[in-house]
């Protein structure tokens, strides 16, 4: 059985529909990624499986159907989520911004906070360092700790290298695949560049105007002549 199980997902914005019949699965243990260009859908299908929207369609957590249920119920349930724009608090310190995150383990806060500096050392060094000031690559840290101290079993991270400069980008797949391999965590990413999923994922979703196109590992994506064209560049 499927960690995460999407079927027929449609989600509207007023009128506009912005995802129609999603469906896709994300085992236990798995990195998957769903790739696309700007505007495909990616941030509404994390935003609608947290539960952030109007949707229709089913939505499964361990065989448990969170379609109808409030995001503080599913957080619970072990789903944490780094949205694109880390939507932290920006006149708090990192510190107080993770903690915001903690409220559903608060018996685990040591313990989680202690992961999530020992991962990011330099949030560590300036957890007092309101995050207004702080880098870009430094933000999406914060965002990924504040998700992390929920002890999720899942983690969906949104568009991770947004506007980050390479060097930041590698040291986000760093933790990203330790989180993975060592911890045994399920994450799901939504990415624009398809180089930086393709070199994390087991399975790829290819997603564009709202539909899933495609579903591959990363190897038959390579062999994919339209694909990689499409996708990666010539």
Same mark, same amino acid.
């Given at each position: 059985m499927a960690l995460l199980s999407i079927g027929d997902l449609d989600v509207f914005y007023g009128r506009a529909q912005a995802l129609h019949g999603v469906s896709l699965d994300v085992e236990a243990g798995r990195i998957v990624a769903v790739v696309g260009p700007?505007?495909?859908?990616?941030s509404t299908l994390l935003d609608s499986i947290i539960g952030l929207t109007r949707r229709r369609g089913r939505i499964e957590?361990?065989?448990?159907?969170? /379609?109808? &249920?409030s995001p503080a119920r599913i957080v619970r349930l072990g789903i944490g989520y780094a949205p694109e724009r880390g939507n932290l608090f920006p006149f708090m310190g990192v510190k107080e911004n993770l903690m915001v995150g903690a409220y @559903?383990? @608060?018996?685990?806060?040591? +313990?989680?906070l202690r992961t999530v500096f020992d991962l990011f050392p330099r949030l560590e060094e300036r957890q007092n360092q309101e995050t207004v000031t702080q880098s870009g690559? =430094?933000?999406q840290m914060a965002s990924l700790g504040r998700a992390l101290m929920s002890s999720p079993k899942l983690l969906m991270v949104d568009e991770p290298t947004l506007g980050l400069a390479p060097r930041v980008c590698l040291e986000i797949a760093a933790v990203l695949r330790d989180l993975n391999e060592r911890l045994g965590l399920t994450i799901m990413i939504t990415e624009q560049n398809a180089n930086f999923a &393709? /070199?994390? +994922?087991? =399975?790829?979703?290819?997603? =564009?105007?709202?539909?899933?196109?495609?579903?591959?590992?990363p190897d038959e994506l390579r062999e994919s002549a339209d694909i990689a064209a499409a996708y990666f560049g010539d």
């Amino acid at each position: 059985m499927a960690l995460l199980s999407i079927g027929d997902l449609d989600v509207f914005y007023g009128r506009a529909q912005a995802l129609h019949g999603v469906s896709l699965d994300v085992e236990a243990g798995r990195i998957v990624a769903v790739v696309g260009p700007n505007g495909a859908g990616k941030s509404t299908l994390l935003d609608s499986i947290i539960g952030l929207t109007r949707r229709r369609g089913r939505i499964e957590f361990e065989g448990r159907d969170i /379609s109808r &249920m409030s995001p503080a119920r599913i957080v619970r349930l072990g789903i944490g989520y780094a949205p694109e724009r880390g939507n932290l608090f920006p006149f708090m310190g990192v510190k107080e911004n993770l903690m915001v995150g903690a409220y @559903r383990k @608060r018996d685990q806060i040591d +313990a989680n906070l202690r992961t999530v500096f020992d991962l990011f050392p330099r949030l560590e060094e300036r957890q007092n360092q309101e995050t207004v000031t702080q880098s870009g690559g =430094e933000r999406q840290m914060a965002s990924l700790g504040r998700a992390l101290m929920s002890s999720p079993k899942l983690l969906m991270v949104d568009e991770p290298t947004l506007g980050l400069a390479p060097r930041v980008c590698l040291e986000i797949a760093a933790v990203l695949r330790d989180l993975n391999e060592r911890l045994g965590l399920t994450i799901m990413i939504t990415e624009q560049n398809a180089n930086f999923a &393709m /070199s994390l +994922a087991q =399975e790829v979703y290819l997603l =564009e105007t709202g539909r899933i196109g495609d579903r591959r590992t990363p190897d038959e994506l390579r062999e994919s002549a339209d694909i990689a064209a499409a996708y990666f560049g010539d």
